[in-house]
């Protein structure tokens, strides 16, 4: 465990998302900790624990000691109010996309008080999937040569640190929030009472839904709502619900 740790990346967790070899898990540890980050969640790691890791965490090891092992990405993420997860490529319905160094701005500016951030990273052979992406806020994307595009997972680990580190280090004014935004769980707990009303009402078809719902869940996470948001939306979705059972 560090000691004194900054009081901004205390609340960031990288998130690895099944990994297949557990010589990435230790890197990335080791990335983590020569940027000032602790807090590893491995998400159905393929081969975990490993000695393989421990030895490549080098001086790390502590970061290994306090992993959290997940059943699913929403399990490591569900008490988060922000979610950033990388991506190699654009998707057919276009996200809010930054690079490490604007990410790591958006943490900054979220603050230290807002609750936990996530960096979300994908499989080594195919990154994450789209319903995966479709839980973060934004998605990020590191600028690579056209000649040779590849990154190591732990490379990758180590640009997001580098840029969080930084941009830390610099006195950035935190965003001030009247209320607590948001949970990961608040939103998809949101997003399934949305469907469901939606489909009561006759606006969507859950056997051709389209894009409807995947435009809607964009639209709310890039807003950010907070808690109380949450609420007086969800209250809003309940009359709807009961005037439309008292009319039936």
Known sequence: MMTNPHPLRAKVRIVLVETSHPGNIGAAARAMKNMGLD??????PVDYPNEKAVFRSASASDVLDQVVVCASLQEAISDCSLVLGTSARQRRIPWPLVTPKEAAIKITEHGAGAGDIAIVFGRESKGLKNEE??????????????????????????VLSYELF????????????????ATNTDLEHFFGHLETTLAE??????????????RLRRLFLRIEPDQMEISILRGFLKAVNDATRRQS
Do not use: K
């Not at 590191?142 to 190591?152: K, V």
């Open 39 to 44: 807090r590893l969640y491995l998400v159905q």
């Open 133 to 158: 992406l479709q839980q973060c806020q934004y998605h990020v994307n590191i600028p690579t040569s056209e000649a040779y595009s590849s990154l190591n997972l732990a490379m990758a680990v180590q």
């Open 166 to 181: 930084c941009a830390s280090e610099a006195a950035t004014p935190e965003r001030v929030w009247d209320q607590l935004p």
């Open 201 to 214: 009402v006759g606006f969507h078809d859950p056997d051709n839904p389209r894009q409807l719902l995947t």
